[in-house]
């Protein structure tokens, strides 16, 4: 039960009590108003109350609002969380997660558990583990706490990890004995390079540093139970402490350094590392944090040694780091600067750097040489999927950029000589670099051009079909009748869109057993979220979503973004800005109410005119009374006028890609003429 970690109740939030019953937030909302006997708040907020688990549970079973088999780990999560503090909870999951790899000797170097409590949650941990998936266990825990902590906690995207990985391994040309990173947070990068790696060489060592204790154990739980080693951990050096002041690895030497180094800090050590040794190509200003983790990266390289490191697009091109890229330029050992695109990692909003270090075999850090730099931009290579920034195509970017380093290809690429970068700014941001002609292949041309004909042909005929149609004389004799009329009246049911079980939703490409989930309506192309099918099936079961079905007709119901559209085969999950007209089809064609509902001077009389952020009034809206024959005539009419604007659209955004293309190609005098 509940309180088997303690005398103490565990409390839930309604998010928790929704994944253990099984159901959508929003219901169990509704339990709390409809019934008197739900358990009262525990503490917590009036925004957010918590609840005893106990109580809770026995609710659930007394009023039969279980929804199938409750997963464990759910009623497990909550008993950690109890425990209210974040570094005891993390240490606590890092111990399981050494227990449950077997490496029972490590969990020593934790201390003992005298806690009573954690004692009982870990007996409980072992106990559901050795019925499953211990790993998955494990992986279940660490998630929820870095879900919970996301604020403290940036971690690295396993796809950007494994294209970090797969970097050092092209350009690494000897076999790699050690990988190091000196800001490990959760071990991502560590693991990406265990998978890069660790197959047919079982010597390699891992070395890694985090200033945070909680996160260093939690890497080395991580490894442990990916099976880094079935022994011990004796090929993994880990270690907790400040990198830039106290390396736990001083005089290490790594065949390669991946790492996501802290950004923005100012409290870096600046004044009291003003003599140190590894500043070779400059003291970093106090303002450059970055280029102190560069230099640290290039002083840990061992001869032919590769060093791959995440970096803020400003640290290519401000001015108070200037002579430290110019000195790392003259020295050679910048090989590249990759700029990925827009949500390729925290903060998403930005497209962050990947700067490539490469030592020269045999010679020592700073010996000037003749090179190249490598400039590569991937900020293109984003998924049709993209939403806000976040549709990453991780399988176009890593080709792109591995493309470019073996010499396959040089799109999207240049290579400049050292002595064209060494003026005044030293920027190597590569957007300034890059020639946007090199985009604009023969080959990119014909695609173009092809696209665009197929979309001319479409709104030709849909044109050619439109313009036939006679306005005709209007005499006033057709009535309009209101959707609430019918709505009254039986011919259409209103549904409002519901609030989301925001902890569930998710953003991204679909994976198998998921809905879409709707924000706005499908015409926006913005409709990349998802649910997972359970929660959408107890969603339906009990009211809390409203999900649409085929030929239902969503509306958005805000005036500055309003827009309806027939649903398609596909089931859908409405968000709070949309409502869900559901017709009866024996008396209303959808397709024609739905043109009718978009037509914009029907829009303008619902509409209440006070603000861009006023909301359209479904039920004022109005249809002409027609019959069910001339409504279907009606409705194919409409379909014909989406496929119009839809080609023009197409036309335009294709038309513009175009337009751009040959006007760099002319400006390069690269357009030859008949």
């Not at 001083?250 to 040794?277: F, I, K, Q, Y």
């Not at 840990?300 to 490191?309: E, R, S, T």
Request: aromatic content about 4%.
């Amino acid at each position: 039960m509940a309180t088997d970690a303690g005398t103490d109740p565990v409390a839930v939030t309604l998010a928790e009590i929704a994944r253990i019953a099984g159901v959508g937030r929003a219901a169990v909302s509704n339990w709390r108003r409809r019934y008197a006997n739900f358990p009262s708040p525990v503490g917590g907020t009036d925004v957010s109350p918590h609840f005893s688990l106990t109580e809770v549970e026995d609710w659930l079973e007394r009023e039969n609002k279980m929804k199938g088999k409750v997963n464990p780990l759910d009623r497990l999560w909550p008993a950690y969380e109890s425990l209210g503090d974040r570094e005891t909870t993390g240490l606590l999951i890092a111990r399981a997660g050494l227990r449950l790899s077997g490496l029972q000797a490590n969990c020593t170097e934790l201390g003992r558990l005298d806690d009573p409590r954690q004692t009982q949650l870990m007996k409980r941990t072992l106990e559901l583990a050795s019925h499953g998936d211990h790993q998955a266990v494990f992986q279940f825990l660490l998630e929820r706490w870095l879900r919970t902590h996301v604020r403290q906690v940036a971690t690295t995207p396993p796809q950007l990890a494994d294209l970090m990985a797969n970097i050092g391994a092209v350009l690494h040309s000897n076999d790699v004995r050690s990988v190091l990173d000196p800001a490990c947070g959760s071990g991502t990068l560590l693991l990406a390079s265990g998978r890069q790696w660790t197959v047919g060489q079982p010597s390699i060592g891992f070395l890694g540093q985090d200033v945070d204790p909680v996160m260093a154990e939690l890497t080395r739980a991580r490894l442990a139970i990916s099976g880094f080693s079935k022994a011990d951990l004796s090929n993994v050096s880990l270690a907790a402490g400040d990198t830039l002041r106290a390396d736990a690895h001083p005089g290490v030497l790594a065949d390669v350094v991946l790492c996501s180094p802290p950004s923005n800090e100012r409290d870096w050590g600046h004044a009291e590392l003003a003599t140190d040794p590894r500043w070779v190509y400059g003291q970093p200003p106090r303002t450059e944090p970055e280029l102190a983790w560069v230099q640290h990266a290039a002083a840990a390289l061992a001869p032919g040694g590769v060093a791959v490191l995440v970096l803020p697009p400003a640290v290519a091109a401000r001015r108070a780091g200037r002579r430290i890229r110019a000195g790392l330029l003259r020295a050679g050992i910048l090989h590249s600067v990759i700029a990925l695109p827009p949500g390729a990692a925290p903060p998403y909003g930005v497209g962050l750097h990947l700067w490539v270090l490469r030592a020269d075999e045999g010679a020592q850090h700073g010996r000037p040489r003749q090179a190249e730099l490598t400039l590569v931009d991937t900020t293109h290579d984003m998924s049709p999927m993209a939403v806000e920034g976040n549709g990453i195509d991780w399988p176009a970017v890593t080709a792109h950029v591995l493309d470019v380093l073996n010499g396959k290809s040089t799109r999207g690429s240049v290579s400049l000589p050292v002595v064209d970068l060494l003026d005044d700014q030293v920027d190597l941001t590569p957007a300034r670099h890059i020639p946007r002609t090199q985009a604009a292949t023969a080959i990119d041309l014909q695609r173009l051009w092809a696209q665009f004909g197929m979309h001319a042909s479409d709104m030709r005929g849909a044109a050619a079909d439109l313009s036939k149609l006679d306005p005709g004389n209007h005499d006033g004799s057709v009535s309009l009748i209101g959707v609430g009329e019918l709505e009254r009246a039986g011919a259409l049911e209103i549904r409002p869109g519901q609030g989301l079980p925001e902890e569930l939703v998710r953003r991204g490409e679909r994976r198998a057993g998921e809905t879409r989930v709707l924000t706005s309506t499908p015409s926006s192309g913005r409709e990349a979220f998802w649910l997972p099918d359970s929660v959408v099936a107890a969603g339906r079961r009990d009211n809390s979503l409203t999900v649409s079905t085929a030929q239902d007709v969503i509306v958005s119901v805000l005036a500055r973004s309003f827009d309806v559209q027939v649903e398609g085969d596909s089931p859908s999950v409405l968000g709070p800005q949309l409502s869900l007209l559901r017709v009866n089809l024996a008396i209303l064609d959808p397709w024609f109410l739905a043109g009718c509902l978009r037509a914009p001077a029907n829009v303008q009389q619902a509409g209440t005119h006070a603000s861009t952020t006023s909301r359209i009034d479904v039920r004022r809206l109005q249809i002409p009374r027609l019959s069910l024959t001339d409504q279907r005539r009606y409705g194919e009419v409409y379909r014909k006028i989406l496929v119009f604007e839809s080609a023009l659209q197409d036309m335009r955004e294709v038309g513009a890609q175009l337009s751009r293309s040959l006007g760099d190609l002319l400006a390069a005098g690269r357009l030859l003429g008949n």
